[in-house]
C-alpha cells in the first residue's frame, strides 16, 4: 500500500512537471520551451527573416560567409552589435543597414532574438508569439 501511493506520488510528479512550460525570463525576452516568445523578440526574429542575414550567416545563425553569430553573441558586445550592423564592415564583406529602417527601427529586438539564440535559450531558429 506504502508503495503504490509512492508510485503514484512519483507519476503524478512527472506529469506535472512534464505539463509545465519552462520558461526563461531575462531583461531581454522571455522564452517559453525554446521557442515561444515576448511580443519584442518576435519582431527580432521578423527582422532577421526581412533583411535576409541568413543568406551569409545562415538560417540558424550557425554562419556560412559571415560568422556565426551563435559564437560571436558570446563575445560581441551590445554596442559592438549595434555598430556593426548599423555601419557594415564594408571591407570584409558586412553590409550596412543604416538605410535599411526595418532594420534601423528593430535593431534592439533584433539583438534580443540573436542573444537569445547565443545564449542557447531559443533552441530553434523558428520561433513563435507566447500567445
Ligand atoms: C552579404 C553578406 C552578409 C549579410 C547579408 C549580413 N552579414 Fe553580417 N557579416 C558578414 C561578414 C562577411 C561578416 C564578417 C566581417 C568581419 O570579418 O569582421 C559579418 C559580421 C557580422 C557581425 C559581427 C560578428 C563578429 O564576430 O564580429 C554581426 C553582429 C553581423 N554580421 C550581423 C548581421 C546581421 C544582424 C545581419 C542582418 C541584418 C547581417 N549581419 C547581414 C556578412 C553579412
Known amino acids: 500500500m506504502k508503495f503504490q501511493s509512492l508510485m503514484l506520488t512519483l507519476l503524478l510528479h512527472s506529469l506535472f512537471s512534464f505539463a509545465?512550460?519552462?520558461e526563461v525570463r531575462n531583461e531581454?525576452?522571455?522564452?517559453?520551451?525554446?521557442?515561444r516568445v515576448d511580443k519584442n523578440t518576435l519582431t527580432g526574429f521578423r527582422t532577421w527573416r526581412a533583411a535576409a542575414c541568413d543568406r551569409c550567416h545562415g538560417a540558424n545563425q550557425e554562419g556560412m560567409v559571415g560568422p556565426s553569430l551563435n559564437e560571436?553573441?558570446?563575445k560581441l558586445s551590445r554596442e559592438e552589435f549595434l555598430l556593426t550592423v548599423t555601419e557594415g564592415r564594408l571591407s570584409k564583406g558586412m553590409p550596412s543597414f543604416k538605410e535599411n529602417k526595418a532594420v534601423i527601427d528593430n535593431i534592439e529586438h533584433l539583438y534580443r532574438y540573436l542573444k537569445g539564440r547565443s545564449n542557447g535559450d531559443i533552441t530553434r531558429a523558428k520561433v513563435e508569439g507566447i500567445d
Open 20 to 22: 509545465q512550460a519552462e
Open 28 to 35: 531581454l525576452y522571455t522564452v517559453m520551451d525554446g521557442t
Open 72 to 74: 560571436s553573441l558570446k
